[in-house]
């Protein structure tokens, strides 16, 4: 039922950055901020980014976002081993009485 | 520092009902701007949107789950509670409840949730 894409995975070599999209609509990314998770294996999701690019307290800086129209990105640089995880993008959305939808999500590995 | 913790049976039947409650602490359910969602996760796959109870008491549910889903708040307890009814094979997930501090959702506290399978 997700209406945002996000590729399948993502890699690279510690240091290096990785970047993540996601695509939506008009009805949700295109009129509403964009929310990022992190899942760690077994473990419940974590926000990491709010509002588009906003960090909470405690995300390091190495992790950030960004939105363009209807698609949006998140970035980590210097990448670490324990950014091992999944990633999920979510934003609300406006159509019928309004629903909170979830990307695909994104499997990020650290070779 | 607020905590959530999920609570309910970890098998249910095939065409019954799911109960799921949810304790918060370190927070109260009924004040501040708040609102309280219920989101699950089937296994090896992506995470869904429920719904959710504002701290005033009003719902909003997820439009290919509304017919089945009732949320409901107990203040006296400060927990939430999930009831999905008519519930298949396709309702096993882990079942996360989480909060809110605004209406585009940014879930900044969850719990570690639990895993409900359906089967006979």
């Known amino acids: 039922q997700s209406v945002l894409t996000q590729p399948p995975s993502a890699s690279g070599t510690p240091g290096q950055r990785v970047t993540i999209s996601c695509s939506g609509s008009s009805s949700n990314i295109g009129s509403n901020t964009v929310n990022w998770y992190q899942q760690l294996p077994g473990t419940a999701p974590k926000l990491l980014i709010y509002s588009n690019n906003q960090r909470p307290s405690g995300v390091p800086d190495r992790f950030s976002g960004s939105k363009s129209g209807t698609s949006a990105s998140l970035a980590i640089s210097g990448l670490q081993s324990e950014d091992e995880a999944d990633y999920y993008c979510a934003a609300w959305d406006d159509s019928l009485n309004g629903l909170y939808v979830f990307g695909t999500g994104t499997k990020v590995t650290v070779l | 520092q607020v905590q959530l913790q999920e609570s309910g049976p970890g098998l249910v039947k095939p065409s019954e009902t799911l109960s799921l409650t949810c304790t918060v602490s370190?927070?109260?359910?009924?004040?501040?701007?708040?609102?309280w969602s219920w989101i699950r996760q089937p296994p090896g796959k992506g995470l869904e949107w429920i719904g959710y109870i504002y701290y005033s008491g009003s719902t909003n549910y997820n439009p290919s789950l509304k017919s089945r889903v009732t949320i409901s708040v107990d203040t006296s307890k400060n927990q939430f509670s999930l009831k999905l009814s008519s519930v298949t094979a396709a309702d096993t997930a882990v079942y996360y409840c989480?909060?809110?501090?605004?209406?585009?959702?940014?879930?900044?506290?969850w719990g570690q949730g639990t895993l409900v399978t359906v089967s006979s």
């Open positions: 370190g927070g109260s359910v009924s004040s501040g701007s708040y609102y």
């Open positions: 989480a909060r809110a501090k605004a209406v585009t959702m940014p879930h900044d506290y």
